[in-house]
C-alpha cells in the first residue's frame, strides 16, 4: 500500500453500506448533522432520528468507519435513477435546474439517466469535525481548517473525504454508473482538487443547504485525470485498479478467484 492508503487504513475503513443496520447508521449520521448540527432539515419530521426523503428508495451509500471506536463518522449518498426510462428529477434538478448553464442542462438532457448518480448528503459528524477544528460545513471541508486530529495527530479530514470518495468509486463501479453529478460545497470541490478530483462545473452558486456549486462529469474523465495527477490517490481510491479498472484486471481478478 502507498502512503495515502497506509494513512488511511491506520484510522478508518471503506463501507458500502449493505446491510439494514449501515443503511440505519447513514441516516442517524445524516440527522445529527442535518437536522441538529446544521438545520437544513427539520428534526422534528424525524422522530426516529433518522433522516431521510423519497429519494432514498433508489439510492446506495457509502460510509467511512474509525477503527478503534468503531463509529460511522461520515457518509455519502449516490441517487441513482428510479428506473432506465424514467424523467423523474434528480434533487440537484429540482434544486438548482435555474442555475445550470445550457451546456449543463443540456448535458443532463443527453446522458442516459440509469448511468447517472447524484453525489449527495456528503456528511462527517461533528464530533470529528469538532476535533478536527471546523464546524461550518457538513463535509468538514473549510479554508480555515486545520485538518489534524488532537487525540492522535493525524491529519484526518483529508483522508475521511478520500475514503467517501474510494466510496463513490466502488458504488459507481458495482451499479454500473459513468456521470456523476453534485450540488458541493465551493471549499469541498477545492479539497479535492487538492488530490486530483476535478468536476466540470455546470452552473452558478446557488444556496441549497448552504452555498453550493453544481458540477457533471464522466467518472472515467475524473478518474483519469486523478491517475495523472495524484497515482497514489488514485490506487486508493480504485483499490490498485479494482474498480474502475478496465476490463482486463476484472478478467485477472476472476482468473485470481478461480484459482483460489
Known amino acids: 500500500m502507498n502512503e495515502v492508503s497506509n494513512s488511511f487504513y491506520k484510522s478508518f475503513d471503506v463501507e458500502m453500506a ?26 422534528q419530521c424525524f422522530p426516529d432520528k433518522r433522516e431521510h426523503d423519497e429519494f432514498d428508495r433508489h439510492s446506495v451509500h457509502g460510509l467511512v468507519r474509525h477503527t478503534r ?27 438548482c435546474l ?4 445550457p451546456a449543463g442542462r443540456h448535458v443532463l438532457r443527453s446522458t442516459p439517466r440509469a448511468q447517472v448518480a447524484e453525489l449527495s448528503r456528503f456528511a462527517v459528524s461533528r464530533e470529528f469535525r469538532r476535533r478536527l477544528g471546523e464546524l461550518d460545513t457538513p463535509s468538514g471541508a ?13 491529519r484526518n479530514l483529508p483522508y475521511i473525504t478520500l475514503g467517501l470518495f474510494a466510496a463513490i468509486v466502488r458504488l459507481s463501479d458495482l451499479h454500473g454508473i459513468t456521470h456523476w453529478m453534485a450540488v458541493m460545497e465551493p471549499a469541498l470541490l477545492r479539497l479535492l482538487q487538492r488530490f486530483g ?25 475524473v478518474l483519469e485525470g486523478i ?34
Open 18 to 43: 449493505e446491510s439494514p443496520r449501515q443503511v440505519e447508521e447513514a441516516y442517524e449520521l445524516r440527522y445529527d448533522v442535518y437536522c441538529l448540527d446544521r438545520e437544513f432539515e427539520n428534526a
Open 69 to 95: 471506536t468503531g463509529k460511522a463518522i461520515a457518509g455519502v449518498r449516490l441517487v441513482m435513477s428510479r428506473s432506465p426510462h424514467e424523467r423523474a428529477p434528480f434533487p440537484m434538478e429540482g434544486a
Open 142 to 154: 473549510s479554508d480555515r481548517i486545520r485538518y489534524i486530529d488532537q487525540a492522535d495527530g493525524h
Open 227 to 260: 491517475r495523472r495527477d495524484r497515482p497514489d490517490v488514485w490506487a486508493f481510491i480504485t483499490d490498485d485498479g479494482r474498480y474502475f479498472g478496465g476490463s482486463e484486471r476484472r478478467d485477472h481478478d476472476v482468473r485470481s478467484q478461480r484459482r483460489g
Open 98 to 101: 435555474e442555475a445550470l448553464t
Open 197 to 221: 478530483i476535478r468536476f466540470k462545473h455546470v452552473g452558478h452558486i446557488v444556496n441549497y443547504h448552504g452555498r453550493r456549486k453544481p458540477v457533471f462529469d464522466e467518472a472515467a474523465a
